[in-house]
C-alpha cells in the first residue's frame, strides 16, 4: 500500500524531486542556502538532531541540553516519531 501525504502537490512533487537530485553534501549546502533562511535549516538541522537522540532514548533533559531546543519541540518531535508518518525513523535508520 502505497503512502497519502497531506501535503501531496504538483510542487511538493516537484520540490522533491529537486531534493533526490543532490548528489553531493556540497550540492545540499548550495540548495538548501538558496531556499532556507538560516533559521529555518537550523530549526530544520535541531529537529533531526532531537529526533536521533530520542531515536537514542535520550531523556528529554538530556536532549534539551544538548540541543538547546525547548521541551514542546521535543514533545512535538516525539509524537511524530510515535505516531507520525515513520519519516525519521526510516531516515534514522538509513544514517
Known amino acids: ?3 497519502e501525504s497531506k501535503f501531496k502537490s504538483t ?7 529537486a531534493i ?4 553531493t553534501e556540497e550540492d545540499c549546502y548550495r540548495f538548501f542556502e538558496d ?5 529555518e535549516l537550523h530549526a530544520i538541522s535541531q529537529r533531526l ?4 537522540l530520542l531515536y ?8 534539551e541540553e544538548i540541543t538547546k531546543a ?4 521535543i514533545s512535538r518531535i ?8 515513520e519519516g525519521y525513523k526510516r531516515v534514522l535508520e538509513k544514517l
Open 70 to 73: 525547548s521541551t514542546a519541540t
Open 20 to 23: 533526490l537530485a543532490l548528489e
Open 78 to 85: 516525539n509524537k511524530c516519531l510515535v505516531y507520525g508518518a
Open 11 to 17: 510542487e511538493t512533487d516537484e520540490l522533491f524531486r
Open 35 to 39: 531556499v532556507c533562511t538560516v533559521n
Open 49 to 52: 538532531q532531537v529526533a536521533k
Open 1 to 3: 500500500m502505497a503512502y
Open 56 to 63: 537514542e532514548h535520550k531523556t528529554y533533559n538530556e536532549i
